[in-house]
C-alpha cells in the first residue's frame, strides 16, 4: 500500500541553525501539507500546497518557513533560523479529493 | 476558525472492554478523519468519515454532521489499542481546493493487561 515517507526520522541541530525536512507524498496526491505537534499537544497545521504554490498558511508558518516542490516527488518544508520553540514533530500529509495521509514524522530538536 | 472538542480526555480500560470516543465540532465540515496515535508517535488513518457509519474490524465509526458529532467504538479493547485518538476536521475551503485539517486535543486510552 502506497505511504507517505519522511526524512530524517529525527534531527537534533542548534539554534539558528537551517533545517530541511523532507518529504516524498504519495504518487498520484495532488494536495500536500505540513502539521507539527509540539510534546504532548494537539496537531497544528501549518501550511497547505496544491497545484505547486502555497493554498492557506497559519500563523505559525511566517517568513523562517518555506516550502517547495523542487521536483515530481519531493515535497520540502524549511526552517531558516531555527529557535528553541521549534522543537517539535513534524508530520507531512498528502491527500486525495478530501481524505489526508500522513508520514511517520520527523522529530526536530533544537538545542 | 471551527472548535474541536473531544472526551474523554483520558480513559483507562482493562483488555476486553468496550469504549466509546466523542468528537464534537463548532460548524460545518467537508471532511472528518480519526487518527490512532501509536507509541512512536505516527498517525495512522482509521476512518475517513464525513457522514454516515463504517465498520473496520472491532473499530466502528458513526458521524451524525447535521448534530456536529462523531462517535469512535472500540470493542473488546487489546493493549495494542492503547495511544492518543485523534479527530480531526476540515472546514469547506473555496473552490475545489481540500483545506487544512483541525485537530481535537485526543483522548489517551490506556489498555491494561
Known amino acids: 500500500e502506497p505511504e507517505v515517507t519522511q526524512t530524517p526520522s529525527h534531527q537534533v541541530t542548534q539554534m539558528g541553525q537551517e533545517v530541511i525536512l523532507r518529504c516524498v507524498p504519495i504518487?498520484?496526491?495532488?494536495?500536500f501539507y505540513w502539521y507539527r505537534q509540539i510534546l504532548g499537544q494537539k496537531v497544528e497545521f501549518l501550511v497547505s500546497?496544491?497545484?505547486?504554490?502555497?493554498?492557506?498558511k497559519s500563523e505559525i508558518f511566517d517568513d523562517q518557513f518555506s516550502v517547495e516542490r523542487p521536483d515530481g516527488s519531493n515535497f520540502t518544508l524549511k526552517i531558516r533560523s531555527t529557535k528553541l520553540e521549534d522543537s517539535a514533530m513534524y508530520f507531512c500529509?498528502?491527500?486525495?479529493?478530501?481524505?489526508?495521509?500522513f508520514g511517520p514524522g520527523t522529530r526536530l530538536t533544537v538545542t | 476558525g471551527i472548535q474541536v472538542e473531544q472526551s474523554p480526555p483520558d480513559l483507562i480500560l482493562q483488555e476486553g472492554a468496550n469504549s466509546t470516543l466523542r468528537c464534537n465540532f463548532s460548524?460545518?465540515?467537508?471532511?472528518l478523519q480519526w487518527f490512532h496515535q501509536n507509541p512512536w508517535g505516527q498517525l495512522i488513518n482509521l476512518f475517513y468519515?464525513?457522514?454516515g457509519t463504517k465498520q473496520n474490524g472491532r473499530l466502528s465509526a458513526t458521524t451524525v454532521a447535521t448534530e456536529r458529532y462523531s462517535l469512535l467504538y472500540i470493542s473488546s479493547s487489546q493493549t495494542t489499542d492503547s495511544g492518543v485518538y485523534f479527530c480531526?476536521?476540515?472546514?469547506?475551503?473555496?473552490?475545489?481546493?481540500?483545506?487544512?485539517?483541525?485537530f481535537g486535543q485526543g483522548t489517551i486510552l490506556t489498555v491494561h493487561p
Open positions: 504518487s498520484n496526491h495532488l494536495y
Open positions: 500529509a498528502s491527500g486525495w479529493f478530501g481524505e489526508q495521509y
Open positions: 468519515i464525513p457522514s
Open positions: 480531526a476536521v476540515e472546514e469547506p475551503a473555496g473552490g475545489t481546493s481540500y483545506g487544512k485539517l483541525t
Open positions: 500546497f496544491y497545484n505547486n504554490e502555497i493554498s492557506e
Open positions: 460548524d460545518s465540515v467537508n471532511n
